[in-house]
């Protein structure tokens, strides 16, 4: 069922801003230890795309995967999508839970964790993978498939792919191919001729607001490790071709 759906029919006050979720499992690690919670803004609630769950590829849905019903954020940080939801409140700020307040924050470098520190996460930030070939891996010379996948996030999508047999100093345009849903990962293919010796593979997403992945992980240091979405690398090992 869609969020949506269920907003319009409670009514929502033209003060309205952010969507909370309550559910009953309580944590330890929260300071203090307290039960699971977060929100996401009204716009995105809204969105269409933000569904109650209860039921997942046509089964419903298990206990372990938030039975019987749960929230699904497309788009953002799973932690939004929260599991045997109990309570949904329409607020005028964020969710004060620990793990909207606190957790899942990206802190500059020297910060330490409180409430209110550092970003917010929830839209996700694009990235990509390489899957095939694996990293360490031996291959013969000569043409090999290299794959991987794509994921935008929040309402954007994966408009290029492009894999560098070099390091990253040249590139040539992966083929993608079509998402289940615009929020799904989009698979990725390019067959490249590798030549004997060792070889850095890389591979670097596009999204359809023209924004790039950052180049190196230290581009994106931060004290939790955080998205994390620096260009994929893999070294092969190409053998001699006798
Ligand atoms: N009630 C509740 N919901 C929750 C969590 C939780 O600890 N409690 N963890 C969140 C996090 S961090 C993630 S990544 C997803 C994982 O969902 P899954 O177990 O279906 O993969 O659930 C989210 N929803
Ligand atoms: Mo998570």
Known sequence: MRMRDVLAAAGVQPQAAHVAFAAPDQSQLAEPPQSYGSSIPLAKATAGEVLLAWAMNGEPLTAGHGAP???????????????WVERITVQTEPSTNYFQQTAYRLLPPGGTPGPGVGISLGAIALNSEILVPGDGQQLPAGRTTIKGYALAGDDRSVARVDVSTDGGRSWRQAELAEGASPWTWR?????????????????????????????????????????NNSWPRVTVTIRDGA
């Open 187 to 227: 698979l990725w293919s390019i067959q490249a001729d590798l030549s004997p010796g060792e070889v850095q593979l890389v591979a670097r997403a596009w999204d359809s607001t023209a924004a790039l992945q950052p180049a190196l992980p230290e581009h994106v240091w931060n004290p939790k490790g955080y998205v």
């Open 69 to 83: 019903v749960r929230v699904v954020v497309p788009g953002y940080i799973g932690a939004r999508s929260v599991k």
